[in-house]
């Protein structure tokens, strides 16, 4: 059950800067003692995360330039659902697809979580593929950089605990993975 005493009313909103993949907005609210303030955020689209096995049990993962970060982050496919995707898996598929070259016989949905609910809107589904194989050639943004790779769960595993991963979607997708795995022995 909510509790509505700790709701805020939302009296205006407007969009303050729009950009590809994101957009600030700024909403005028009323807190629950009657104080009127902005709350600014981040509103971008859902996305999904896609932690894909290949047919030898192997992860394919990815390297891109992150810009705002001035590195190269080893991690995950992930991107946002489009308009035209017919449901969550068909975004994880495409996105699968186009950042790697892979294509999976399988997608079963992990979870869906809400990572900076106290800044952003952001939403991200994250699914497992298995039975992923390179059947197609990247089809990548005109903003992304990426290289593809396979390793082992194990080897990523280290990475997340070694803290040589700091994505912190592939972080979640391998903890999650592994408290799913923990449950269904």
Known sequence: MTDDSL????????????????DVETDDVRL????????????EPPAVIV?????????????EWRQAVGRINRGLPV???????????????????????????????LTTVEPMNGAANSVYHLFVARGCE????????????????????????DAVANDEIRDGRTVLAVLRYLIADERNP
């Open 51 to 63: 932690l894909p096995f290949t047919s030898d049990d192997d992860v394919v993962v990815i390297e």
């Open 134 to 157: 390179p059947t197609a050639e990247q089809d990548l943004d005109h903003n992304e950089s990426i290289r593809v790779d396979t390793t082992t769960f194990e080897a990523l595993h």
């Open 79 to 109: 991107g946002s659902v489009e308009p035209d995707d017919r449901s969550l898996i068909a975004a994880a598929r495409r996105e699968l697809r186009e950042e790697t070259g892979y294509e999976g016989d399988e997608f079963e949905q």
């Open 7 to 22: 709701s805020w009313e939302t009296i205006d909103s407007q969009t303050s800067y729009t950009c590809p993949g994101f």
């Open 32 to 43: 629950p003692d009657g104080t009127e303030t902005t709350f600014d955020y981040l509103s």
